[in-house]
């Protein structure tokens, strides 16, 4: 199949640094949008969403932008600490819809 | 805080063998979900379940495939005669209403076919 030995963006930051990870979603009707982390061996872990009726949502250490214009979705992690070290996805959901559609995701690597 | 658990953690299993995977939800929430993870590649939709029914499914969740509430807080996912492309990690979720809230996973059973 054509994700067969799908290649992970990377990004390695040193710690302490900030980190922005970047998603772009293609369905227009998408309205909720979910960022995960997966650490090795583990489920997604939900770290923040946002609704298509914000473009800025913000948590501890971590902001969610959303630009519904090109389609895109980006996450920032402040202060970035060697447990931020995952795989991070976007997801995207349309309203009526169970279903959770993944992005590639994004390997961040924490430098200590 | 409540999670969602699944077992077993790793299961093996004879190419043409039955398999059930076993999920617990979070105990207030009504959405149940199942996802797969062939390694290296992306978390993919495979069903969801709500009142006791599939609400939605996906291309890869053939005749093979079936889900079952048994009870009030068990939810499994069975695969009927199993192929060596079934080997992935499999993902249980659920949410608790209808709106847009979070899918809370599971850690997963990796289910590996000889």
């Known amino acids: 199949g054509e994700n067969v030995g799908l290649h992970l963006p990377t990004l390695s930051v040193q710690e302490g640094d900030n980190s922005i990870i970047n998603c772009a979603y293609s369905?227009?009707?998408?309205?909720?949008f979910i960022w995960y982390k997966q650490e090795s061996g583990k489920g997604p872990q939900f770290i923040i969403d946002?609704?298509?009726?914000?473009d800025k949502r913000q948590g501890q250490r971590v902001t969610v932008l959303l630009n519904k214009t090109v389609k895109h979705l980006s996450l920032q992690i402040a202060a970035t600490q060697p447990g931020d070290s995952a795989v991070y996805f976007c997801?995207?959901?349309?309203?009526?819809?169970?279903?959770?559609?993944f992005g590639t995701g994004t390997r961040l690597t924490i430098i200590p | 805080e409540p999670e969602v658990t699944q077992t077993p953690s790793h299961q093996v299993t004879q190419m043409g063998q039955e398999v059930i995977l076993r999920c617990v939800p979070i105990?207030?929430?009504?959405?149940f979900y199942w996802y797969r993870q062939i390694l290296g590649q992306k978390v993919e939709f495979l069903v969801s379940?709500?009142?006791?029914?599939?609400?939605?499914k996906s291309e890869i969740f053939d005749d093979q495939f079936s889900v079952e509430r048994p009870d009030g807080s068990n939810f499994t996912l069975k695969i009927r005669s199993t192929k060596l492309e079934d080997s992935a990690m499999y993902f249980c979720?659920?949410?608790?209403?209808?709106?847009?809230?979070?899918?809370?996973f599971g850690d997963g059973t990796r289910l590996s076919i000889l």
């Open positions: 105990s207030n929430h009504l959405y």
């Open positions: 997801a995207e959901i349309s309203f009526g819809n169970e279903k959770l559609t």
């Open positions: 979720a659920s949410k608790r209403g209808v709106s847009n809230q979070p899918q809370h």
């Open positions: 946002i609704r298509s009726n914000m």
């Open positions: 369905n227009s009707a998408s309205d909720y």
């Open positions: 379940f709500y009142n006791n029914e599939i609400s939605e």
